[in-house]
């Protein structure tokens, strides 16, 4: 695929003894949804760890945006446009709801230290910016979020935590954004109402990726143009939803045991 | 009445310097997670560095010497503890808190000797000037000095100053990010080595800060003056709670408080704060781990 803003090619990743990526390779277009399903352990969140270069791959090359990002630090991937979220909630709870997203605008600051203490009026026109910011941000996405901006993340409920941790990603402007599990630990209504926002921010911005790891079927089904099938560290599907979904290996491995 | 005065200037004083050695060890533990036990040695090189420099310094600023000495000292010894941040201590962030524990202590014993050795007659005690001479003003009948008002101002100040840093600036935005969650933090672009640095400049000249007044209050500095020091501000963190500002100064307060009763009560008091001190640390760790405002710590260190 030529025109892919990402590209991972043969990426391999080995734990000791454990292959937890055997050669993967996957091409994101921009603008395409991409989801990456498989068994627990097949490795779907050791591939955003190498993404974000939190792991090193033990073999192959990743290229984003046409640069070879293999072996970056974390800090410079994120600030060439990869943005992600965690399974787990990480939003930084003792932090207000508008701080956790002015955090996520630190990409788009260039303060430095020095400059902060030498030019401390930049500095706070910067923080101005990045405060007005924040809070048209949290008013687009929607939610408790713009009401309750003021309040520590802890005192979020689960769908607002993870509406937030996506505030704080999109923040960033990213050109790819990675979504580990969003639906995880939400009901039917909080997965439909995750669904229509990520439509909502899909239609303000057309241009821009999404990695998706997911387990709910119905999210698999409705967004993504495409589906990457992981299995024991090897991809063994990478088609729209309705081919993977009748390819017999992926029945076996993954389908056939959550949907009999 | 008098002496009641008197004890209640002895204690402001010393809750000053101690609090403002627990807020760096707390600001380090809670941005790295390493309890750096050095860093009462490090800020009680700031008098010998004073010092060292204060002839050139009052060669160069006739009248302002030793001001700018003082300056240049807490200056210099942020700089060492971005030094030893890259050189040492950044290596055991993720190691055993047990390596991290013994690696700065004897960071701490490495820091003391040099300084023995470095300085012109290192192993003996050498006079320190006091910062500003004459009184303020008489309370009840006692003389309370400018340097014990100096040292009360300068340390609410600067626990002012850090506070609006911390939550006021997107740098300090960033520091309370990074101590709360580093793997996330870094997801967001922000450089952990970079808040390092800044954290540990900040440490640093705080306790250099302390360092100085705590030398000029006594009147002499001496090379193993760090240890005790150090001790007393990490104990005043831990009763505090390690990790929280304002726990760092109620222990403080706190502390410094039993240190002064001890001396004024008791007969021959003075031979035996250190015991009482260290009895109440070992007290607040039985029965709250966490320390007097500490949510949950225990699981941290």
């Keep these: 695929m030529s025109d892919a803003i990402f590209?991972?090619?043969?990426?391999?990743?080995?734990?000791?003894?454990?292959?937890?990526?055997?050669?993967?390779?996957?091409?994101?277009?921009?603008?395409?949804?991409?989801?990456?399903?498989?068994?627990?352990?097949?490795?779907?969140?050791?591939?955003?760890?190498?993404?974000?270069g939190i792991y090193a791959p033990s073999g192959g090359r990743v290229r984003f945006d046409g640069e070879d990002i293999t072996g970056w630090q974390t800090h410079d991937i994120v600030m060439r446009g990869i943005s992600r979220t965690f399974q787990a909630s990480r939003l930084f709870s003792d932090l207000s709801v508008l701080d956790n997203v002015v955090i996520?605008?630190?990409?788009?600051?260039?303060t430095n230290v020095f400059e902060a203490l030498c030019l401390p009026s930049r500095s706070r026109r910067e923080l101005t910016w990045a405060a007005a910011t924040a809070t048209e941000i949290l008013k687009r996405v929607g939610g408790?979020?713009?009401?309750?901006?003021?309040?520590?993340?802890?005192?979020?409920?689960?769908?607002?935590?993870?509406?937030?941790?996506?505030?704080?990603?999109?923040?960033?402007?990213?050109?790819?954004?990675?979504?580990?599990?969003?639906?995880?630990?939400?009901?039917?209504r909080d997965t439909d109402?995750?669904?229509?926002?990520?439509?909502?921010?899909?239609?303000?911005?057309?241009?821009?990726?999404?990695?998706?790891?997911?387990?709910?079927?119905?999210?698999?089904?409705?967004?993504?143009?495409?589906?990457?099938?992981?299995?024991?560290?090897?991809?063994?599907?990478?088609?729209?939803?309705?081919?993977?979904?009748?390819?017999?290996?992926?029945?076996?491995?993954?389908?056939?045991?959550?949907?009999? | 009445m008098e002496q009641v005065v008197q004890q209640v200037i002895n204690w402001l004083a010393l809750s000053s310097i101690y609090a403002l050695l627990a807020i760096g060890f707390s600001l380090l533990f809670g941005v790295l997670n390493v309890i750096q036990f050095s860093h009462g040695d490090v800020g009680l090189t700031a008098p010998f560095i004073a010092m060292a420099v204060l002839a050139a310094a009052s060669a160069l600023f006739p009248g302002a010497g030793l001001a700018i000495a003082i300056l240049v000292s807490v200056f210099a010894v942020g700089v060492l503890g971005i030094l030893l941040d890259r050189l040492m201590i950044r290596r055991f962030r993720t190691a055993p808190p047990m390596m991290a524990l013994v690696a700065t202590v004897a960071l701490g014993i490495v820091l003391r000797e040099l300084i023995r050795i470095l300085y012109p007659d290192?192993?003996?005690?050498?006079?320190?000037?006091?910062?500003?001479?004459?009184?303020?003003?008489?309370?009840?009948?006692?003389?309370?000095?400018?340097?014990?008002?100096?040292?009360?101002?300068?340390?609410?100040?600067?626990?002012a100053a850090l506070s609006a840093f911390l939550h006021h600036t997107a740098l300090g935005t960033r520091i309370r990010a990074v101590s709360q969650d580093l793997e996330m933090a870094?997801?967001?672009?922000?450089?952990?080595?970079?808040?390092?640095?800044?954290?540990?400049?900040?440490?640093?000249?705080?306790?250099?800060?302390?360092?100085?007044?705590?030398?000029?209050?006594?009147?002499?500095?001496?090379?193993?003056?760090?240890?005790?020091?150090?001790?007393?501000?990490?104990?005043a963190a831990v009763i505090g709670g390690l990790g929280n500002m304002t726990g760092a100064i109620v222990g403080s307060l706190v502390l410094a408080a039993l240190d002064t009763l001890v001396q004024a009560v008791f007969p021959d008091g003075t031979a035996y704060r250190l015991v009482v001190a260290f009895l109440m640390v070992l007290a607040v760790l039985v029965f709250r781990p966490a320390g007097l405002l500490g949510k949950s710590v225990p699981q941290k260190v």
């Design chain 1, 7 to 52: 590209s991972a090619r043969e990426v391999t990743i080995r734990f000791g003894g454990l292959v937890a990526l055997d050669r993967v390779d996957i091409d994101v277009a921009a603008g395409e949804i991409l989801a990456v399903i498989g068994p627990n352990g097949a490795g779907k969140s050791t591939l955003f760890n190498v993404i974000t």
């Design chain 1, 104 to 110: 996520g605008l630190h990409t788009r600051t260039t």
């Design chain 1, 144 to 188: 408790d979020l713009y009401d309750r901006r003021y309040r520590r993340a802890s005192e979020l409920a689960q769908a607002d935590r993870r509406r937030l941790e996506i505030a704080r990603a999109l923040a960033a402007k990213p050109k790819l954004l990675l979504l580990d599990e969003p639906t995880a630990g939400m009901d039917d």
């Design chain 1, 193 to 260: 109402a995750l669904i229509e926002d990520i439509r909502r921010i899909k239609a303000d911005r057309p241009e821009f990726a999404i990695i998706v790891v997911e387990h709910d079927m119905r999210l698999v089904a409705s967004l993504p143009s495409r589906v990457v099938v992981l299995d024991y560290g090897r991809k063994i599907a990478d088609a729209p939803f309705d081919v993977v979904r009748r390819d017999p290996r992926v029945q076996e491995a993954y389908l056939g045991q959550t949907e009999p």
């Design chain 2, 122 to 159: 290192g192993s003996n005690p050498h006079p320190f000037p006091v910062l500003i001479e004459g009184n303020a003003a008489v309370v009840g009948g006692v003389n309370v000095s400018w340097l014990v008002v100096a040292m009360m101002i300068a340390t609410v100040l600067m626990v």
């Design chain 2, 186 to 235: 870094r997801m967001l672009a922000i450089n952990p080595n970079r808040i390092f640095q800044v954290t540990f400049f900040i440490a640093s000249a705080t306790g250099a800060v302390a360092g100085v007044f705590y030398a000029s209050y006594v009147g002499l500095m001496r090379f193993d003056l760090g240890i005790i020091a150090g001790l007393l501000g990490f104990s």
